[in-house]
């Protein structure tokens, strides 16, 4: 690890003037709250903390943004160009503020704005145009998709723009408009982004409000929001889903998961090492769909486990600014708490720490990526999400048994199949209980790719046509001839 990050907190408050927008303005915060840089553990910048009076303010807004919003398709494609060019633009400031309040390395935070950008271009080229169901003699029947009206936008700390942005590009496609809530881990840059959309965007159009869970609960059961768009963890969902109830809101919940990963039998260990390892540690394993837990045959787990020892003993941890960190802090103290209990766990109960085990060196959250072996399924760490950068590899006898492992969840996020045989791996997805299931690859998502979560894994569906859809309401026109 080398140095502290060039973000100061005092230079980084000065210089970025965070602040929450409300009808396309900036406003000063009557109150705030402390964010904490993961790769030094101390003080930041203070983030405001909205109250219910601003949160009105802000929903009144969005309301009123809504009515001309929604009524030009061609404007809207055209704004959202022009945010994703604005967003490109600003994309090296604002991933100098997310690094520092998030901890991921700097080429990290440019790629999660540039690949929001890239997503709100993939929505704005999307036809919308509605369904002819039938147009004969007798009826002619078309099948509208109304926007629904002020739209929530909740995220969680991971990757607060990517996951705001998504959102967002869906949302106002179709007409809606957004309130986004980070999380208040990393409130500065989701701040700073929605802020530098105001140059491309109607006043009200996205907003911005940073706050705590209390925040969130004013605003998932605010009147005039129509529709939450909430990602997070199950527990949290949960509250979210209730809240939705009593006025029978839109909800879509992207919640946790314990992702398994198959190896079969056919694989060669040395050729899916660095795939399986990637796509478990990807953002510090801080990721929802990353690789949780490894099902391998076991005359194949120590060779793999070897292979994946090896590529986690190369990895370089350090603070993100340092181009050559692979990997960056944990991004808060209670998940570096989580990840270290959950480890401390395994190895008492046995297992064997064939890579790191133990915290890194020096201030900030960081740890060692870890590799355990010699577990099993009823370890916590196997059982629970541990969302942070320890893996557990457990070997299996045949493949039904693995299925029956990996399946045996609350949770339904994402799967994978490794093999050399893609149609066998293919056949093999399918048997596989959850949203998402990749076949040599894990975590990646696309525009164009349903992304839904399984069991307790969420409700409803986000990304490509089918998600955006369901930030609509289904209108049918029928015309009797
Ligand atoms: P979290 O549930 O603690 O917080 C998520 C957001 O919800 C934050 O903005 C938080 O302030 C807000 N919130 C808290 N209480 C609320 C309430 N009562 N009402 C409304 N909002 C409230 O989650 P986290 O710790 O920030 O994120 C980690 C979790 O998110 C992990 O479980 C991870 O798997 C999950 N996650 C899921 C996906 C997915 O797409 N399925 C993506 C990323 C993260």
Redesign the pocket.
Known sequence: MSGTTRTGGQDLAEAAAIAIIIRGRCVKPEATFEVVNPATGRFLANAPDATPKQLDDTMEGALAAFHSWKVDDAARVAAMYAAAEVMERHAADLAQILTAEQGKPLRESVAEVETTARWFRWYADLDITPEVAEDSDVRRVVVHRRPLGPVIA??????PIQ?AGKKAAQALRVGNTVVV?????TPLATLKWVEVLQGVLAPGVVSALS???????W??SHPLTRKIS????????K??AA?AVPDLKRTT?????NDAAIVLDDADPAAIAAGIFDRGFVNCG????AIKRVYVPEKLHDELVDALAAIADNKVVGVGTDPTTDYGPVNNR??LGIVTDLVEDALHKGAHAAAGGTRHDGEGYFYRPTILSNLDDGVRIVDE?Q?GPALPVMSYKTLDEALARANDSKYG?GGSVWTSDLERGEAVADRIEAGTVWVNNHAQTLPHQP?A?AKW??IGV?NSRLGMLEFTQVQAVHVAR
Do not use: R
């Not at 809530?181 to 881990?185: I, M, R």
């Open positions: 909740i995220a969680p700390w991971n990757f996951s809530k980070p999380s208040p881990f706050g705590g869970a209390q925040l969130g609960s605003m998932t909430f990602t997070g963890s199950t527990a949290t969902g509250l979210v809240a919940l992207e919640l946790g998961g801080q990721t929802c769909a209670i998940q999400e969302f996020l992304f979560g894994s969420g986000e």
